[in-house]
């Protein structure tokens, strides 16, 4: 099974410590969206759970979590997402300079070495490539593909 952490909020950016419970744990508990009276029980050990694929605009809460999200032997890879938003639309996350930054610091901590695919960056195409391509041209951090999300 591949468990896709992330598509109805952004785990890594705000929920980083939670993740490393419920993988202690073993499960985690989901709540159907349509139905929220149905509760279903989805394992998180590697006999399980094949994959992790992590949904996020702000991999840097994580980014100290690695180490110990690696010992539960899961293989993972982080899909993230750079838009060309202002602040006053994503008061949440910190400026883009930094966004990026920490796409590269990820990128070089896990990059295409790691079994699990490493890192794909996904962008809108209204984003601002100056955010995008100048930082990544100054680091050799590994990137193991770029995406355009799709139009709104």
Same mark, same amino acid.
Do not use: S
């Given at each position: 099974m591949i468990v896709s952490a992330s598509r109805r909020t952004d785990? +890594? %950016?705000f929920y980083s410590k939670w993740l490393i419970k419920r993988l202690e744990e073993g499960y985690v508990l989901v709540r159907n969206?349509? =139905?929220p009276r149905l509760i279903s029980r989805i394992p998180l050990l590697p006999d399980a759970a094949e994959f992790i694929v992590f949904w996020t605009k =702000? @991999? %840097?809460?994580m *980014? +100290?979590?690695l180490d110990r999200i690696d010992r539960f032997s899961i293989p /993972? /890879?982080?899909l993230f997402t750079v838009t060309p /938003? @202002? #602040?006053? *639309?994503e008061r949440n996350l910190p400026e883009k300079h930094a966004i990026v930054e920490s796409f590269r610091l990820l990128s070089e901590r896990i990059g295409q070495k790691k079994q699990s695919g490493g890192t794909i960056l996904s962008y809108s195409p209204r984003a601002s490539m100056r955010y995008i391509i #100048? +930082?990544?041209s100054r680091t050799s951090a590994p990137v193991s593909r770029a995406l355009p999300s799709a139009p709104l």
């Open positions: 785990i +890594p %950016a969206p349509i =139905n =702000n @991999p %840097a809460p *980014l +100290p979590w /993972y /890879y982080f /938003y @202002p #602040k006053e *639309l #100048k +930082p990544a």
